[in-house]
């Protein structure tokens, strides 16, 4: 591995940890620089296909899309469609009739490049009890002040926020997967997965999402799950398999706009997307998964 890429992977994890410890707004303003940068890419991308999508409007509105997510879960939800309807708008009123084209790819750069993302805000600074629906007071970890951002202790998971673990687990999932995968495939790797991502096989995907599931399944026994075998290795396999196919869906789109990194941003690495891919369609899932289904593990074992 490229002592570049290296050197450039660890600065990149540790911003990452910086931001998930501090949360607030200062989790929303990395992520916030994070969006913008990588929905310039994507418009790059967009732009070499001859496309002229409404990406000043896009790029403004999800900006916004973020702060919503940070004040109120719910003005995040009300966001979208407004967000949406304001590019139509725009684009109707341009010199140049716009295309379906134009607006197609204009729709999906706020949904993959600004809705998406948002939800690591919702899990982060949004999450509470409330949220989790949590009925044992055992696990209803005690929530952080505003002013206190590290835990008062790292071994004791209560003095975290189940907001700050959760994610702190999320993410760690994704290296997992990330390390696994790679590691693994350049070694083991002899079965091609896809014909758009050649360098990708079925040896490094599987030990990428076995990484996931190990770290999921240590992640929901420190936190004290109800039968964190089977949560743990459930929420494990969605990381590994979401980020699999959210790396797989930008190799996609790089394809078709004929390049091969969607910028150069990151030594090593390439662009914001390239090193972003992975956590796109990661974060909702993630959210609905300790939301909506977690609660319900109890009722099922």
């Known amino acids: 591995m490229p002592l570049s890429r290296i050197l450039s992977g660890i600065v990149a994890i540790v911003l990452a940890l910086g931001m998930i410890v501090m949360g607030g707004w200062y989790f929303t303003l990395g992520f916030m620089i994070i969006v913008f940068l990588g929905q310039q890419e994507y418009f790059r991308l967009v732009k070499a296909k001859g496309i002229e999508p409404a990406a000043k409007t896009t790029l403004i509105v999800s900006q916004l899309l973020l702060i919503a997510a940070t004040i109120d879960p719910l003005l995040m939800n009300a966001m979208f469609p407004v967000a949406g309807t304001l590019i139509c708008f725009y684009l109707l009123f341009q010199p140049k009739i716009a295309t379906i084209a134009d607006i197609s790819t204009s729709i999906l750069g706020l949904f993959y490049g600004g809705w998406l993302p948002s939800y690591w805000i919702r899990l982060r600074v949004g999450l509470t009890e409330t949220s ?22 790292w071994t004791d998971p209560h003095t975290f926020s189940q907001a700050l673990a959760i994610t702190l687990l999320a993410f760690g999932c994704i290296w997992a997967a990330d390390i696994g995968a790679y590691t693994m495939g350049k070694f083991l790797g002899r079965t091609r997965l896809s014909d758009i991502s050649p360098k990708k096989t079925v040896e490094g ?39 699999l196919l959210g790396d797989l869906t930008e190799s996609m789109m790089k394809r078709d706009a004929g390049v091969k990194d969607s910028g150069q941003l990151i030594p090593g690495h390439g662009g914001i997307l390239d090193r972003t891919d992975s956590y796109v369609f990661t974060a909702p899932l993630v959210y609905y998964f300790v939301t909506l289904f977690l609660p319900l593990i109890p009722q099922m074992w």
């Open 132 to 153: 989790l629906n949590i009925k044992d007071t055992h696990l209803a970890n005690i929530h952080i002040p505003f002013t206190e951002y590290l835990p008062t202790s």
């Open 205 to 243: 995907a599987f030990f990428g999402i076995l990484g996931s599931v190990m770290v999921a399944e240590v992640g929901a026994w420190y936190l004290g799950w109800h039968c964190w075998q089977v949560s743990g290795a459930l929420l494990g396999i969605l990381i590994g398999v979401t980020s």
